[in-house]
C-alpha cells in the first residue's frame, strides 16, 4: 500500500488502486477485474469489507452473497453487521430443496441457486459481489431473494464495468458501488 492512500481518508482509491484488470479472460474481449490484490492486501481487504459492513444502514438480518467472490467479502460483511450468511451459488453445489433462476452475463448463459429455507418472508437482505457488470448475476439474486419474501435492501459491490448497462438495469434498486464506472 502506497502511504499516501489510507483506507479511513479514501477506501474508494485505495481499492481501485490493488484491482488489477486481466485483458481476455476468461475469454477473448472480456478484461477481467481481478480482486485478489484487494484480498492480499491487509489494508486494502480490512477498507473494502469496513465499506461494505457500513454502506447500508439500519437492521440487516441476512447477508446475501453471490459465489464466488461474493463469499469472500460478505462472510466478513455478515459477521461485522451481526447477520446471517446466505450463499447463492452456481448449478449444482447446494445440497438440499433449492429454487433456480437462469440469467444472461458478460459471456454467456448461467444460472444460480439458493436453500428455499434460506430466508424467511420479511427478512431484511443486503446482496453482496465482487463486480456489478451487466447486472445479470444480481437480477437472478434479487428474484431468489423476492421469491423467498424477503426484502432487498440494497445490493453492494466493490466495482462496476463501465459500458455493460449493469447499473441501467438494476435502476429501481439501492445500488451502492465504492469504485463506480471502472
Do not use: C, N
Amino acid at each position: 500500500m502506497s502511504p499516501e492512500v489510507t483506507p479511513a481518508a479514501d477506501p474508494a482509491r485505495l481499492v481501485a488502486s490493488l484491482v488489477r484488470d486481466v485483458p481476455d479472460f476468461p475469454q477473448p474481449g472480456v478484461v477481467f477485474k481481478d480482486i485478489t490484490p484487494v484480498l492480499g492486501d491487509p489494508e486494502g481487504f480490512a477498507a473494502a469489507v469496513r465499506w461494505l459492513a457500513g454502506v447500508f444502514a439500519g437492521p440487516v438480518d441476512k447477508i446475501v452473497a453471490i459465489e464466488a467472490r461474493g463469499f469472500i467479502l460478505g462472510a466478513p460483511v455478515a459477521y461485522e453487521r451481526r447477520a446471517g450468511l446466505v450463499p447463492v451459488r452456481k448449478v449444482g453445489k447446494l445440497p438440499a430443496s433449492k429454487v433456480t433462476v437462469g440469467y444472461t452475463l458478460e459471456y454467456g448463459e448461467a444460472a444460480l441457486e439458493m436453500h428455499t429455507d434460506a430466508l424467511r418472508r420479511g427478512d431484511r437482505v443486503v446482496i453482496i459481489d465482487d463486480v456489478v457488470a451487466t447486472g445479470g448475476t444480481v437480477l437472478a439474486t434479487v428474484e431468489l431473494v423476492r421469491r423467498s419474501g424477503a426484502e432487498v435492501v440494497g445490493i453492494a459491490a466493490l466495482l462496476e464495468v463501465a459500458g455493460l448497462g449493469g447499473r441501467d438495469k438494476l435502476a429501481d434498486l439501492d445500488v451502492r458501488i465504492l469504485v463506480p464506472g471502472s
